[in-house]
């Protein structure tokens, strides 16, 4: 079985800073997300990429940047935290239009 | 307009009881169908898939599609404690990966 790992578990950050998460999987799967999720509520897609260097925005793309270096991981920038934001950061995987397999989040403060 | 709409919000069942969940599309295009489940603290995991018309059974958990009405359903019976967490339906088009997300319900089963 494959493994999708975030890091940084938790990120504090600050009022306009640029803050950068990571997620890496070993399934070897095309497709990979980033989803935000506020408060135990509904996922909302930030970004996508089918395929190493590329990228589809999602809904919330606003406020984002995203980079499919390789395969194997896909990062995520928030190019300027906004004040008393709080947040989990869902990066996914998935072959196609197979199931989805996620990590276990990042979890964002913003001060 | 949210593509994937899901009720209740919430949900509360005794133990052993039975827990149902709705979904229904905005999309005649969604031809694919997922349940996951998203225990507290943890990112979501996959339940079923249901691609075909009719239900699928896999242990306590069912799951019924009618494509012609855009709805999906999960029935979990016997429900457990561990059963509590928020339940998401998901659907995507035949031409692309683009998965599309309910805001979810939560469930609570009280021991």
């Known amino acids: 079985g494959g493994i999708i790992t975030q890091t940084p578990k938790f990120l504090i950050g600050q009022e306009g800073q640029k803050l950068t998460l990571k997620c890496q999987q070993n399934?070897?799967?095309?497709?990979m997300y980033w989803y935000r999720q506020d408060s135990g509520k509904g996922l909302r897609l930030i970004y996508y990429s089918i395929t190493e260097n590329d990228l589809q925005k999602g809904d919330l793309s606003e406020g984002y940047d995203a980079s499919r270096e390789k395969k194997s991981s896909f990062s995520l920038t928030v190019t300027s935290a906004q004040k008393n934001e709080m947040a989990v950061f869902l990066c996914a995987s998935s072959q196609g239009k197979n199931t989805l397999y996620f990590g276990a989040g990042t979890r964002l403060s913003v001060l | 307009q949210q593509k994937v709409q899901q009720s209740p919000e919430s949900l509360s069942v005794p133990e052993g009881g039975m827990a149902s969940f709705n979904c229904t599309s905005s999309?005649?295009?969604?031809?694919y169908f997922w349940w996951y489940r998203q225990h507290s603290g943890e990112g979501p995991k996959a339940l079923m898939?249901?691609?075909?018309?009719g239900d699928k059974k896999e242990g306590r958990f069912t799951a019924h599609l009618n494509k012609a009405s855009l709805h999906v359903s999960l029935h979990i019976r016997d429900s457990q404690p561990s059963d509590s967490a928020l339940y998401f339906c998901?659907?995507?088009?035949?031409?692309?990966?683009?998965?599309?997300f309910g805001d979810g319900t939560q469930l609570v089963v009280k021991p």
């Open positions: 399934f070897n799967h095309d497709t």
């Open positions: 998901a659907a995507t088009r035949n031409n692309n990966n683009r998965i599309f």
């Open positions: 999309d005649r295009n969604f031809q």
């Open positions: 898939s249901i691609f075909s018309d």
